[in-house]
């Protein structure tokens, strides 16, 4: 069992940025793929970034590419999300997520992610 705690969103201009934060509970945090979410008003629950166990893999998409940072810090069962370049469209609720699948590789399909965070709201304003 696994419990994720998220932190860091809050309101921003846009062009700013933002770092969300993920704390995960328990001694395997090493040994799940873990990937960040978030669903808009209104629209369905997206995938936005995913890394696999090490850290050594990792997916985005497209809209984010290039202006979104995920990185994971096993020693603290931590992963992040860097977000730069914010846009009014990146507003959401962002949800940490992981699974005990991958190991190398990632999944973008929320259907593959066991756990998952209570959200936090990130809100960019133009």
């Known amino acids: 069992q696994v419990q994720l705690v998220e932190s860091g969103g809050g309101l921003v201009q846009a062009g700013g940025s933002l770092r969300l934060s993920c704390a995960a509970s328990?001694?395997?945090?090493?040994?799940?793929?873990m990937g960040w979410f978030r669903q808009a008003p209104g629209k369905e629950r997206e995938f936005v970034a995913a890394?696999?166990?090490?850290?050594?893999?990792?997916g985005y998409r497209d809209s984010v590419k290039g202006r979104f940072t995920i990185s994971r810090d096993n020693a603290k069962n931590t992963v992040y999300l860097q977000m730069n370049s914010l846009k009014p469209e990146d507003t959401a609720v962002y949800y940490c997520?992981?699974?005990?699948?991958?190991?190398?590789?990632?999944?973008?399909?929320?259907?593959?992610?066991?756990?998952w965070g209570q959200g936090t709201q990130v809100t960019v304003s133009s």
């Open positions: 997520a992981a699974t005990r699948a991958g190991r190398s590789s990632y999944y973008s399909s929320s259907d593959m992610f066991e756990y």
């Open positions: 328990g001694r395997t945090f090493s040994r799940y793929c």
């Open positions: 890394s696999s166990w090490s850290g050594g893999t990792t």
